[in-house]
């Protein structure tokens, strides 16, 4: 398929550091995007834990959300992709942050912050898409998801 936006990044990450071998460069970028997964992830435990959690436990609720997220950056396959110059690092980062957005979509109370978030995911997926192709997969479930949520606001 090509991966237009990796491409595209891969570019513009070149021209801007200047230090190293490209392929260090590169391999740089996927590193990246893979700590951006591990972010996004610790926000989404945590943004999900003080849904289900009681007032008070934020320290608890944190040192969940960095463990889930340790674990998934030192799995095995996780870190070979995160140091090489692969497609996979960048698809992680965009899908764990539509989680993330999916997570705030839920989590909204207002009609403004849902809609704001449903916007923000529309751009991700977008670009999720422009990446790799396969997270049209990830995406339609997450779409319905945020269509039925805003059923109220799309009927007017």
Known sequence: PGYPLLTMLNYAFMKAVSQGSPA??????????????????????NLLGSLRCKPGQGAARLAAAC????????????????????VFALNNALTAFLVYLTLA??????????????????????????????AVLFEVPLILFVLWGL???LAV
Not at 105 to 133: E, K, P
Request: proline share 1%; charged share 10%.
């Open 151 to 153: 059923r109220r606001e």
């Open 105 to 134: 979509f839920a989590a909204s109370s207002t009609s403004q912050g849902r809609l704001f978030y449903a916007h923000l995911g529309a751009l991700v997926c977008g670009l999720a898409l422009c990446n790799q192709h396969t």
């Open 67 to 86: 463990s889930v997220a340790m674990l998934y950056a030192f799995s095995p396959l996780t870190w070979q992709y995160a140091v090489t110059a692969e």
């Open 24 to 45: 260090w460069r590169a391999n740089l970028l996927s590193a990246i995007a893979d700590t951006a997964c591990a972010a996004c992830i610790v926000l989404s435990v």
